[in-house]
């Protein structure tokens, strides 16, 4: 194999409860929690509130993570401190890539991640050691992805026959 995946031992692929597990109930339980704790409510009305808002946030009706978190502390009767607000936006779980990176018995050192960029996926898998690249194909800009990484200053591709290059 040639080009950016020379010297990986693992190339992972964004496919969000397809080809990549979803979150387990545990999981969903302590990211809740902790995110809870940090907004000062109850971890069960949390949990009902992002229950409740799912069609809104699926679909990004609420905005970005920081405007989603601020919406809904709002709706638990919270008003939330910039500094509070920019903590809360820190939380997105890397659990993810990890267990990726383990299944695959690989470092995450040694892994590619390739995606879209939605839902900060690039930064989440960098953050845990992965290479990672964009793949914005010709209509990329035209993908409704939730949080979607525009801003990414890192490798991109425009197919993914530009893995082998």
Not at 9 to 19: P, Q
Not at 27 to 36: G, K, M, N, Q
Not at 101 to 113: F, K, N, Q, W
Not at 129 to 151: S, T
């Amino acid at each position: 194999m040639t080009g950016m995946a020379d010297g990986r031992a693992a190339v992972v692929f964004d496919f969000y409860g397809t080809l990549t597990p979803v979150n387990s109930a545990g999981a969903w339980i302590d990211h809740t929690s902790r995110l809870a704790a940090l907004l000062g409510v109850e971890p069960e009305a949390l949990a009902r509130a992002l229950d409740e808002s799912y069609p809104e946030r699926a679909t990004g009706a609420l905005g970005d993570v920081r405007q989603t978190l601020r919406t809904l502390a709002t709706r638990l009767g919270v008003q939330l401190t910039e500094d509070r607000l920019d903590e809360a936006c820190q939380l997105p779980d890397p659990h993810l890539f990890r267990a990726v990176a383990e299944r695959l018995a690989v470092d995450p050192a040694a892994c590619l991640y390739v995606g879209d960029g939605g839902g900060r996926e690039l930064t989440g898998s960098t953050a845990v050691g992965m290479h990672a690249v964009l793949l914005a194909g010709p209509d990329w800009h035209d993908h409704r992805a939730y949080d979607q990484e525009r801003d990414w200053g890192g490798p991109r591709i425009s197919s993914l026959e530009e893995l082998l290059r």
